[in-house]
């Protein structure tokens, strides 16, 4: 996996622990996007996700 922004990780781990419904997807939607290797269509899907 080929990350754009190797820190963001480190964000994603953070919002995981936060007790809230909709952190875990946050988190997931963060690494999607970061992720260089991933399609564009996936990337927007779990964007969406989290919107709604």
Not at 24 to 37: F, G, M, Q, V
Request: net charge negative; hydrophobic share 35%; with cysteine.
């Amino acid at each position: 996996m080929t990350k754009y922004y190797p820190e963001l990780d480190h964000v994603s781990e953070v919002l995981e622990c936060i007790p809230h419904p909709k952190t875990e997807a946050i988190a997931k939607a963060i690494r999607t996007c970061n992720d260089d290797e991933v399609e564009t269509i996936k990337k927007v899907c779990s964007v969406l996700k989290v919107i709604l």
